[in-house]
T-cell receptor, first 114, second 115 residues
Framework: GDSVTQMEGPVTLSEEAFLTINCTYT??????LFWYVQYPGEGLQLLLK?????DKGSNKGFEATYRKETTSFHLEKGSVQVSDSAVYFC?????????????FGKGTKLSVKP | KAGVTQTPRYLIKTRGQQVTLSCSPI?????VSWYQQTPGQGLQFLFE???????NKGNFPGRFSGRQFSNSRSEMNVSTLELGDSALYLC??????????????FGPGTRLTVT
């Protein structure tokens, strides 16, 4: 079945460092890809998305490009801030039928130190 | 526009009891999905409802059930609670259920503890 694999955490960075969180997927058809963020004690917030190959999603300085040839959707940010500390989830929705369910990776906890 | 609301936010139950969780979607959203989040299994899809019909179901036992009302509000029920049901239950709503075409917006979750 469809699945998402993302790098294990936790990831600890200093403020203004470059961030990469790797995400690869396995899916039939043409899935849509997402990054969600979860701050402590809160639900999930959509960070960015891409719905077809070569699309780049971006938001709040974060970017990710839908790479069909490598089945990847890596999250990047050029300069992280302390406020970016959270758990980041890569996810997909299957590309077939009317299945609206999200399939998530295990999550990567990011801690940014001042 | 108000976001997705879930009630209650916290719940403590005893093994063998049953529990009902409620979710009110964003106004105008017709699709509601439920997810279970645990440290061990991560985020897992429970089921999705659209226009009062269950459209999709995850791999959970029949003790987990749900329904959707005509105003799109949804409830999920867990009967005969087990310790392993302790989790954060998240509800998400979207305009429709057509895959990634419509974004899912999540509520803050209900934290269920089974003792």
């Amino acid at each position: 079945g469809d699945s998402v694999t993302q790098m294990e955490g936790p990831v600890t960075l200093s403020e203004e460092a470059f961030l990469t969180i790797n995400c690869t997927y396995t899916a039939t058809g043409y899935p849509s890809l997402f990054w969600y963020v979860q701050y402590p004690g809160e639900g999930l917030q959509l960070l960015l998305k891409a719905t077809k190959a070569d699309d780049k999603g971006s938001n709040k300085g974060f970017e990710a490009t839908y790479r069909k040839e490598t089945t990847s959707f890596h999250l990047e940010k050029g300069s992280v801030q302390v406020s970016d500390s959270a758990v980041y989830f890569c996810a997909l929705t299957p590309g077939t039928g009317s299945q609206g369910n999200l399939i998530f990776g295990k999550g990567t906890k990011l801690s940014v130190k001042p | 526009k108000a976001g997705v609301t879930q009630t209650p936010r916290y719940l403590i139950k005893t093994r063998g009891q049953q529990v009902t969780l409620s979710c009110s979607p964003i106004s105008g959203h017709r699709s509601v999905s439920w997810y279970q989040q645990t440290p061990g299994q991560g985020l897992q899809f429970l089921f999705e409802y659209f226009s009062e019909t269950q459209r999709n179901k995850g791999n959970f036992p029949g003790r987990f059930s749900g329904r959707q009302f005509s105003n799109s509000r949804s409830e999920m029920n867990v009967s005969t609670l087990e310790l392993g049901d302790s989790a954060l239950y998240l509800c998400a709503s979207s305009l429709s259920s057509s895959g990634g075409a419509y974004e899912q917006y999540f509520g803050p979750g209900t934290r269920l503890t089974v003792t």
